[in-house]
């Protein structure tokens, strides 16, 4: 009976709902927990034990698990602890009144150092209070009752390595000069040229060694930025490795809040990307970041200064490289682009990819700036092609910014400029015939224009177009043009027919001596 009623409880359940509460939330009472026990034995008891019930008690509604991120992870941070010596440390000790024996030393690097009397001693790893004591030991077998008084004089260069989704990941070596602090997390990455785009510094990874085991610690830098706890901007020791994780998927908000961070993502360098499909020149790119000056007043102290008159000091602003800038740089997108799905693929430090799906019509739509995306070295731009598109969206988008800044027509026939022509983007039939000129006064038919379209898909689309220049932007009569749209302005009727005379007689005429006499002649 007794096994039967263990087995109906199953316990498991009962452990695991238990040591989550141990984990996140150590401050919890005891008597709150044994409650929490009670609670579960005697849902048990009831016939709820099963584990699907027993997994549902203290379970958040499901509108609350919407409200948890993956940024809410929770930090287990390294406890604040002594400096402990290591090779390179230089330490002065004082023996009272046995100066013979005080001096300055230097710890080998097998992590001992020679004292006078005692011979070679292991420090490393130990504190100055416990190197007081462990001296104290030694020197009480010749001394009576020593007073050892040991003190760090010149710390050792701190060996610090960073690796994941830092711009320069590596080993660095950090000089501690007098009187000057440890070095941060956060001034260490900065040291690393700053994050990537798609860093996830909420679960800093650090790893650091104690003896002969290594502790391992989860840092969240989110806290740090968003809620101000400078507890996450731990202070590092010798040897900690600090391992900064790739995301799953990058979200251009934080991007965009991390570029404002001392410490976040960096743009000094230029970065090669590759950019694709519906643009006039695909190929590799270098782009460098952007550098805007701004000018500041500098105020002095002194009642000297009055109002108005403080220097001016030039600041440079380091602006990150976007997906506009690049598809700008390669010529623009063409008419048939399909913005709403531009792919940006990328690889992360782990060597996974990303794939971004970018839709810049909201950009050009609602102004969302985060839909124009920070790119980082690598990056592969693809847009592909529209299935359709109406005018109105053909309209807004050959004014946007990453569209080719200007087009070419080719106007053709009855005008008195003809040929190809430069023209702003999202130009009329009209601005085109008035570009090459306008209408040829006495050849051309001014109620008759022929638009020639090549298509993507390879064919020819021919419209017969009556203009009217006293409209503006119309799909009849003045339609807005594309790149390499040909405008052929057809010959009059009266002008066909004189053409044709000329023709038919100037065999004849040439016999006769020419002009409209030879005409004349013939006629007689």
């Given at each position: 009976?007794?096994?039967?009623?263990?087995?109906?409880?199953?316990?498991?359940?009962?452990?695991?709902?238990?040591l989550?509460?141990?984990?996140?939330?150590?401050?919890?009472?005891?008597?709150?927990?044994?409650?929490?026990?009670?609670?579960l034995?005697?849902?048990?008891w009831?016939?709820?034990?099963?584990?699907?019930?027993?997994?549902?008690?203290?379970?958040?509604?499901?509108?609350?698990?919407?409200?948890f991120?993956?940024?809410?992870?929770?930090?287990?941070?390294?406890?604040?602890?002594?400096?402990?010596?290591g090779?390179?440390?230089?330490?002065r000790?004082?023996?009272l009144q046995?100066?013979?024996?005080?001096?300055?030393?230097?710890?080998?690097?097998?992590?001992?150092?020679?004292?006078?009397?005692?011979?070679?001693?292991?420090?490393?790893?130990?504190?100055?209070?416990?190197?007081?004591?462990?001296?104290?030991?030694?020197?009480?077998?010749?001394?009576?009752?020593?007073?050892?008084?040991?003190?760090?004089?010149?710390?050792?260069?701190?060996?610090?390595?960073?690796?994941?989704?830092?711009?320069?990941?590596?080993?660095?070596a950090?000089?501690?000069?007098?009187?000057?602090?440890?070095?941060?997390?956060?001034?260490v990455?900065?040291?690393?040229g700053g994050l990537?785009?798609?860093s996830?510094?909420?679960?800093?990874?650090?790893?650091?060694?104690?003896?002969?085991?290594?502790?391992?610690?989860?840092?969240?830098?989110?806290?740090?930025?968003r809620?101000?706890?400078?507890?996450?901007?731990?202070?590092?020791?010798?040897?900690?490795?600090?391992?900064?994780?790739?995301?799953?998927?990058?979200?251009?908000?934080?991007?965009?809040?991390?570029?404002?961070?001392?410490?976040?993502?960096?743009?000094?360098q230029?970065?090669?990307?590759?950019?694709?499909?519906?643009?006039?020149?695909?190929?590799?790119?270098?782009?460098?970041?952007?550098?805007?000056?701004?000018?500041?007043?500098?105020?002095?102290g002194?009642?000297?200064?009055?109002a108005?008159?403080?220097?001016?000091?030039?600041?440079?602003?380091?602006?990150p490289?976007?997906?506009?800038?690049?598809?700008q740089?390669?010529?623009g997108?063409k008419?048939?682009?399909?913005?709403?799905?531009?792919?940006?693929?990328?690889?992360?430090?782990?060597?996974?990819?990303?794939?971004?799906?970018?839709n810049?019509?909201?950009?050009?739509?609602?102004?969302n700036?985060?839909?124009?995306?920070?790119?980082?070295?690598?990056?592969?731009?693809?847009?592909?092609?529209?299935?359709?598109?109406?005018p109105?969206?053909?309209?807004?988008?050959?004014?946007?910014?990453?569209?080719?800044?200007s087009?070419?027509?080719?106007?053709?026939?009855?005008?008195?400029?003809?040929?190809?022509?430069?023209?702003?983007?999202?130009?009329?039939?009209?601005?085109?015939i008035?570009?090459?000129?306008?209408?040829?006064?006495?050849?051309?038919d001014?109620a008759s224009?022929?638009?020639?379209?090549l298509?993507?898909?390879?064919?020819?689309?021919?419209?017969?177009i009556?203009?009217?220049?006293?409209?503006n932007?119309?799909?009849?009569k003045?339609?807005?043009?594309?790149n390499?749209?040909?405008?052929?302005?057809n010959?009059?009727?009266?002008?066909?027919?004189?053409?044709?005379?000329?023709?038919?007689?100037?065999?004849?005429?040439?016999?006769?001596?020419?002009?409209?006499?030879s005409?004349?002649?013939?006629?007689?």
């Amino acid at each position: 009976m007794k096994n039967l009623l263990l087995t109906a409880l199953d316990f498991s359940p009962l452990v695991n709902a238990m040591l989550p509460l141990n984990l996140l939330n150590p401050s919890q009472s005891l008597p709150s927990k044994l409650g929490g026990a009670a609670l579960l034995i005697a849902a048990a008891w009831a016939g709820l034990g099963t584990p699907e019930a027993l997994a549902q008690i203290g379970s958040p509604a499901p509108g609350q698990l919407q409200q948890f991120t993956f940024q809410n992870t929770p930090s287990v941070l390294p406890p604040e602890s002594e400096y402990t010596l290591g090779p390179g440390d230089r330490l002065r000790v004082d023996i009272l009144q046995v100066e013979g024996l005080s001096g300055e030393y230097q710890v080998l690097v097998d992590g001992t150092v020679g004292f006078p009397l005692i011979g070679t001693v292991r420090v490393a790893d130990l504190t100055i209070p416990e190197l007081n004591q462990l001296l104290a030991s030694q020197y009480a077998k010749y001394i009576r009752r020593p007073l050892v008084t040991a003190i760090l004089t010149s710390p050792r260069p701190l060996n610090i390595t960073l690796s994941g989704e830092v711009n320069s990941p590596g080993a660095y070596a950090l000089a501690i000069e007098g009187g000057q602090k440890f070095p941060t997390l956060t001034q260490v990455i900065q040291q690393a040229g700053g994050l990537t785009p798609v860093s996830d510094i909420s679960r800093v990874q650090l790893r650091r060694q104690k003896g002969n085991y290594q502790e391992n610690y989860s840092i969240n830098l989110w806290e740090l930025l968003r809620e101000g706890n400078s507890r996450q901007n731990v202070t590092l020791r010798d040897g900690d490795v600090v391992v900064i994780p790739s995301k799953t998927a990058t979200d251009p908000r934080e991007v965009r809040q991390l570029a404002d961070a001392n410490f976040g993502i960096r743009f000094e360098q230029e970065i090669n990307v590759a950019v694709i499909g519906e643009i006039f020149r695909p190929g590799s790119y270098k782009l460098s970041p952007a550098i805007r000056a701004s000018s500041i007043t500098e105020v002095s102290g002194d009642n000297s200064n009055r109002a108005g008159t403080g220097s001016r000091a030039n600041v440079e602003n380091t602006q990150p490289v976007r997906l506009t800038q690049a598809i700008q740089e390669a010529g623009g997108i063409k008419s048939q682009a399909d913005i709403r799905n531009v792919e940006v693929r990328r690889e992360n430090r782990d060597g996974n990819f990303e794939l971004i799906v970018v839709n810049l019509w909201e950009l050009l739509d609602e102004g969302n700036l985060d839909k124009d995306v920070i790119l980082q070295n690598g990056d592969v731009i693809t847009v592909p092609q529209a299935k359709e598109l109406s005018p109105n969206e053909f309209e807004a988008i050959a004014t946007a910014n990453f569209s080719p800044r200007s087009i070419t027509v080719n106007v053709v026939g009855e005008v008195r400029r003809g040929g190809a022509i430069q023209l702003q983007p999202n130009s009329t039939l009209n601005q085109a015939i008035l570009a090459a000129g306008s209408f040829d006064p006495v050849r051309a038919d001014k109620a008759s224009v022929d638009l020639i379209r090549l298509n993507p898909d390879g064919t020819v689309t021919k419209l017969n177009i009556a203009p009217d220049f006293s409209l503006n932007i119309s799909s009849d009569k003045n339609p807005t043009l594309r790149n390499n749209d040909v405008v052929l302005v057809n010959t009059s009727g009266l002008t066909q027919a004189t053409d044709t005379l000329r023709e038919l007689f100037s065999p004849v005429g040439a016999l006769l001596g020419g002009g409209v006499l030879s005409l004349i002649n013939i006629l007689n």
